[in-house]
């Protein structure tokens, strides 16, 4: 039933890009935004398009149809699941500076109720929390809700979607390019999806989260050191 999927990352603009894909007449998005087909823990290749049917009700049958589930990108075998759906499904990954990712991540669990820790103590404790998860898909799962630190390894994470995708089916674009080179950003997405790229979508701040209400000064240098190498190996993938 999917024509395409915004895969990730997490807390880098998905929200904001599923609202202009879904302006333009030739696109529809899930509603809710997020399905969470491919990561259910009762996952069931077999009903993934009856699984859908709730979220497409408003949808015709010419539009292209696009799921926007962060959280893909992050697992292996969900990127699997995607292939072995649709083996030509297209895939957007969204980009964002993986500190300012991690600390945003922190403040929306923490927010919901999910967090306790400061944020130091929750990325001192991150590998062992994730470690210790033995129910990675579970809705309230350590993988879930605290890996903050992890999900910024984008690299890791952008090697396996190659390695199943072909390139031309994978577009990568930041956060950056879609808040200061909004209608240059769409433009280029919507000639990669293959509808009219012509078609003007208002530029709005519908970023969920905002900037962070905090400098945490400390947390930000230690994740600077932990993303080094990360900003070099990026170069690889993000122009």
Not at 88 to 110: C, F, N, T, W
Not at 185 to 193: D, E, G, M, P
Request: charged residues 30%; proline residues 4%.
């Amino acid at each position: 039933m999917i024509d395409f999927a915004i895969i990730g990352a997490q807390k880098s603009g998905t929200t904001a890009l599923a609202h202009f894909l879904d302006q333009h007449s030739a696109i529809v998005m899930t509603r809710p935004k997020e399905a969470h087909i491919f990561d259910a823990e009762d996952f069931d290749p077999e009903n993934v398009d009856r699984e859908y049917l709730p979220f497409f009700e408003h949808a015709s049958e010419d539009q292209l149809k696009g799921d926007a589930t962060p959280i893909y990108i992050f697992w292996q075998d969900v990127l699997k699941r995607l292939y072995n759906y649709k083996a030509g499904l297209k895939l957007i990954v969204l980009l964002r500076d993986p500190v300012d990712r991690a600390i945003s991540h922190y403040e929306m669990e923490q927010g919901r109720g999910n967090e306790k820790l400061p944020l130091w103590l929750a990325l001192l404790t991150e590998s062992n929390r994730l470690k210790c998860d033995t129910k990675p898909k579970a809705e309230q799962s350590a993988t879930r809700n605290h890996s903050y630190r992890t999900r910024g390894y984008y690299t890791r994470q952008l090697k396996e979607v190659r390695e199943i995708f072909p390139s031309d089916q994978v577009l990568i674009v930041t956060m950056e390019n879609l808040l200061k080179k909004h209608d240059e950003t769409l433009a280029q997405v919507f000639s990669f999806l293959g509808v009219d790229p012509k078609v003007s979508i208002q530029h709005e701040i519908v970023f969920s989260g905002g900037e962070s209400r905090k400098l945490y000064p400390f947390s930000r240098f230690m994740l600077r050191l932990c993303y080094l190498l990360e900003y070099c190996r990026l170069q690889r993938y993000v122009e």
